[in-house]
């Protein structure tokens, strides 16, 4: 049987990494692609896949796009409006939400109100506005499903109908390509250093929330709405290696893990399938050369952007937004080498101070705040 797939936010890592997926399986037909501005890459991947629409945030790109694809059959939208409208084409079983940052929160609302499955890869979406998402999703009987490795690995280990005996949650962090340094170390860090992640192939912005362990508390909040599991119950360990990615604990003490090779085609293949699994190429996990598997505890006081996001989560409501948007500035403006790496958690937690917390916040409070906050952060830096 054919899914038929929306992919918004096609040329960025996840996204590539889905259509090199999608073009092995011939039961996946591509119904949209979407990007920010990336019209080079977008153009090739419309001739590939032949896809009934393209949408691109940026209008002028969009424009661009429009002459360049005017031997073909495809309707090229624009903004916001496109986006949206690429999200719930009437064709489509599935939509992949694969953009990095806020960008994806409207597009996303827009496919669960129409029915559509989700493959989620944008944290920010249950980050900034799981009270809104996950409510409606029960309401529309949306599937989402998780394509970030931890919360697929949850997911694949969270048996359904033991979810009242999940004891604890497991997430599992590398420690990024700077575990074991000192704060003093880490103001030497510039952005080329950051982005050597040791194990993952991801896009930047990721890369450098892994470095800073930023990530990991996006996770945590992610993972909170997405298995309906308190915080307090999920606990973060440094796992060097990579291989397990993550483990679920039960009441009578069971630990179930997912384990596999650093490979995020594997989740995301596994979310685009679901419930079924596809055979998969790649390297697999020799344990007698890997030896051995070790943890440790996170350094929340050198990374202190951890311990930021876990405050965030913790206070909830419009607070987990200023902690995701005020990193989205810090990130950017550390890659422009305007700021330190542990800059980067010194500007979430000025933010984060300056912040009135709203208990329940709209979708347009939430988008006001980030747009807020981002400005507040230009002027700071100026």
Request: net charge negative; proline share 5%.
């Amino acid at each position: 049987m054919t899914k038929t797939i929306a992919i918004l936010g096609s040329t960025g890592s996840i996204g590539t990494q889905a259509l090199s997926i999608a073009a092995r399986h011939a039961d996946i037909r591509v119904s949209a692609l979407t990007c920010r501005s990336n019209i080079q890459l977008l153009e090739q991947q419309v001739r590939q896949f032949h896809p009934a629409v393209a949408a691109v945030l940026d209008e002028q790109a969009a424009a661009d796009l429009k002459v360049r694809l005017s031997d073909l059959p495809v309707r090229v939208l624009a903004g916001m409006e496109g986006l949206e409208e690429a999200a719930v084409l009437e064709e489509n079983d599935m939509v992949l939400t694969a953009f990095v940052g806020m960008i994806g929160i409207r597009p996303t609302i827009a496919a669960i109100e129409a029915g559509k499955d989700i493959a989620l890869a944008n944290k920010e979406t249950l980050v900034t506005a799981g009270h809104l998402i996950m409510p409606l999703a029960k309401r529309k009987k949306v599937r989402i499903l998780p394509v970030d490795s931890e919360h697929s690995a949850i997911f694949q280990s969270m048996e359904e109908r033991n979810r009242a005996c999940v004891e604890k949650l497991l997430l599992t962090a590398s420690g990024g390509p700077f575990r074991g340094m000192h704060r003093q170390q880490l103001q030497q860090v510039r952005p080329a250093d950051a982005l050597a992640h040791p194990n993952w192939s991801m896009g930047s912005k990721i890369t450098i929330d892994s470095a800073t362990l930023v990530n990991k508390a996006l996770e945590v909040m992610e993972a909170s709405w997405l298995f309906e599991v308190p915080q307090e119950k999920i606990e973060i360990l440094v796992h060097p290696q990579s291989i397990i990615h993550s483990m679920v604990q039960y009441a009578d003490g069971a630990v179930i893990a997912q384990l596999g090779m650093p490979d995020m085609k594997l989740p995301i293949q596994y979310a685009l399938f679901y419930p079924e699994r596809k055979a998969l190429d790649g390297a697999r996990v020799d344990f007698c050369a890997l030896g051995s598997l070790s943890f440790e505890r996170p350094d929340l006081e050198t990374f202190r952007g951890l311990q930021l996001g876990l405050d965030a989560g913790r206070q909830g409501g419009s607070m987990p937004v200023v902690f995701n948007a005020a990193n989205e500035a810090a990130v950017a403006a550390f890659l422009a080498e305007k700021i330190s790496f542990p800059g980067i958690w010194e500007l979430i937690e000025r933010a984060m101070k300056a912040h009135a917390v709203l208990p329940e916040p709209s979708l347009e409070e939430i988008l006001n705040i980030e747009q807020e906050i981002r400005i507040k952060i230009e002027e700071w830096l100026k």
